[in-house]
């Protein structure tokens, strides 16, 4: 299973950008899938997932600026990025909690990441 994710780049403070991600590979269905970023000088943390069943959650540093959407058919996530801040620069990462097989077992992936610089 891989995961794609591309759109990331520079922007002003106050765009936007908009990331997606899209998986592939052998496999029976997609659970939860989400979006984290690692800026310079912190961890990993949680922005954004959304359940097969489009349910959200979203950090509180994005809530009403970040929206996470998914196209089951493709596999894909997205995440559209508005009112961006100087803060919001980090390396964004994809997740995806994946169900290989019939078993009931559920395996995790990472995405490569994509850069999202903020100037002000």
């Known amino acids: 299973v891989q995961l794609q994710a591309s759109g990331g780049g520079l922007v002003q403070a106050g765009g936007s950008l908009r990331l997606s991600c899209a998986g592939s590979?052998?496999?029976?269905?997609?659970?939860?899938m989400g979006w984290y970023r690692q800026g310079p000088l912190n961890e990993r943390e949680l922005v954004a997932t959304i359940e097969a069943s489009g349910a959200t959650n979203y950090a509180n540093s994005v809530k009403g600026r970040f929206t996470i959407s998914r196209d089951n058919a493709r596999n894909t996530v997205y995440l559209q990025m508005n009112s961006l801040k100087p803060e919001d620069t980090a390396v964004y990462y994809c997740k995806a909690i994946v169900r290989r097989d019939a078993s009931a077992a559920l395996h995790q992936y990472w995405g490569q990441g994509t850069l999202v610089t903020v100037s002000s």
């Open positions: 590979g052998r496999f029976l269905s997609i659970n939860r």
